[in-house]
């Protein structure tokens, strides 16, 4: 059992164009989903995990009926009202998927992929839109926040994998012939690292559409969300390009990040935030 791999530098830099109280709601979102990561650390006493995990889940379910107990929770309790309030019935989507790290459970399908990512979704980005937007978050906020996942899921496979975690689906592994074993190798092998690109690269189209299918008016308020995944694309192009060199470890700042953030804002100010295709 071991950490999940930390992903903080490019939160650090959507917490920074996080106006106001967006900042707040952001940072405990994220406060909580560290929290909850932190129940699968490596060296944690397996039952203590589960005990950890156990108390998340019934945390999650107080902040959802407004008796929060955690520092964190009753923060959000305060700043989320109406239909921000409703969305953090999603906040149990990080303890279902620590439930599934813990037992290094694997994707057969790319069908369970999308639904592990869209749990994510649904503790973290839908709620925080919910309180940007001032409305419910809908469809197209649920797939932005699935394929922002996905593409932070492409970045990290070589960690899961240390971890004793399969963050591909099983299925199109095999059908490229791939041993998922190969995975802990450093560097991959060719066949591999082309797999991974394609991955990536799928990762990365699907992210652009999900981001061009949200209504240009809601880009001012969901600034925070466009900076990361402008972010996001980039560390992955960043890691497709390495391939199949030895693999970047962890999520930490690019030279030129805080200046790609800076023009993300910028454009989502002015409701012209685009993602490139590829």
Request: a positive charge; aromatic letters at 6%; charged letters at 20%.
């Amino acid at each position: 059992m071991s950490a999940r791999p930390d992903p903080g530098a490019t939160r650090a830099l959507a917490l920074l164009y996080s106006p106001g109280a967006q900042g707040q709601v952001l940072g405990a979102l994220t406060g909580i989903e560290r929290e909850v990561n932190a129940s699968v650390a490596s060296g944690l006493d397996h039952g203590v995990a589960h005990a950890r995990l156990a108390w998340w889940g019934e945390e999650c379910r107080r902040c959802a009926a407004g008796q929060s107990e955690h520092p964190l929770t009753r923060q959000l309790q305060a700043l989320c009202t109406g239909p921000a309030r409703a969305a953090l019935a999603g906040l149990r989507g990080f303890t279902d998927i620590a439930t599934w790290d813990l037992a290094s459970a694997s994707f057969q399908t790319r069908k369970e992929m999308n639904a592990y990512s869209e749990r994510w979704s649904a503790a973290l980005v839908e709620p925080f839109a919910a309180f940007a937007l001032g409305e419910p978050a809908g469809a197209p906020v649920r797939s932005f926040g699935r394929a922002l996942h996905e593409v932070e899921l492409a970045c990290t496979l070589a960690a899961d994998a240390r971890a004793g975690r399969v963050r591909a689906p099983l299925a199109e592994l095999d059908a490229a012939g791939i041993d998922p074993g190969q995975l802990l190798q450093n560097p991959w092998q060719a066949p591999l690292a082309s797999f991974v690109r394609s991955l990536h690269q799928r990762a990365r189209r699907a992210l652009a559409a999900a981001a061009s299918a949200l209504p240009a008016a809601q880009q001012p308020a969901l600034r925070a969300l466009l900076v990361w995944a402008a972010l996001a694309r980039q560390r992955s192009m960043r890691i497709a390009a390495a391939l199949p060199g030895p693999l970047p470890a962890g999520d930490h700042h690019a030279p030129l990040d805080g200046w790609r953030a800076w023009r993300a804002a910028r454009r989502a100010d002015r409701a012209r935030f685009v993602l490139p295709a590829d």
